[in-house]
């Protein structure tokens, strides 16, 4: 099943007081291409080194799965990951690193191919496409392109909404090959108030 039929499954729109989310297992998203090997992943309308969490890794093509949370009919997404295709035998490693978002929407892609092509003539071109990504409740690698030059983004809703997520490394062989977002952990629950 894709994440996106996952999803189109959901009843409701929140998750009941006091009810457990029930993991899934990894779903296939996409893939994307990192050009310059600089993994971002944070709020999209502020794509930058300073906002958002970056990894070096090497360039090449990457692997994208989200999973989904169950409660009880209700579905969210509660993780994703980005991982070097050549890097099956990955460990995923805690971080001292958070990400930020502060419009419910995730993005992850290559910050360097982002900066070519988003420069200052093209940035409100990039907003407005963001923005109809967000109508859309996208969960989707976009291509993005100005003037010739593109990048690939993953656009997905962030767990609950807007927060502040646990960025794990993923590492093999001692090399950081991908990341992964926790936006709701493996037992959360949605308390009364």
């Known amino acids: 099943m894709s994440i996106q039929a996952y999803l189109r499954q959901s009843t409701g729109d929140f998750p009941l007081p006091n009810v457990q989310g029930v993991a899934g297992s990894w779903m296939d998203l996409c893939t994307l291409t990192l050009q310059h090997g600089r993994l971002w992943a944070g709020d999209p309308w502020l794509a930058n080194d300073d906002d958002g969490v970056v990894f070096n890794v090497k360039s090449g093509m990457y692997i994208v799965q989200v999973m989904g949370m169950d409660f009880e009919g209700h579905r969210r997404i509660a993780r994703v990951r980005i991982f070097d295709q050549t890097a099956w035998d990955f460990e995923s490693q805690p971080t ?16 360097t191919a982002m900066n070519h092509a988003v420069e200052p003539d093209h940035y ?7 923005d109809k990504v967000i109508d859309e409740d996208a969960v989707e690698c976009i291509d993005f392109a100005y003037a010739g030059r593109h990048f690939e983004m993953v656009m997905l809703p962030a767990g609950l909404g807007d927060g502040e997520y646990d960025v794990f490394q993923l590492m093999a062989h001692g090399k950081v090959v991908g990341m992964e977002i926790e936006f709701l952990p493996y037992d959360f629950m949605v308390r009364s108030q």
């Not at 001292?96 to 910050?111: A, H, N, P, R, S």
């Open 96 to 111: 001292q690193v958070t990400v930020k978002d502060e419009m419910g929407f995730l993005g992850i892609c290559d910050l």
């Open 124 to 130: 409100e071109d990039f907003t407005e496409d963001l």
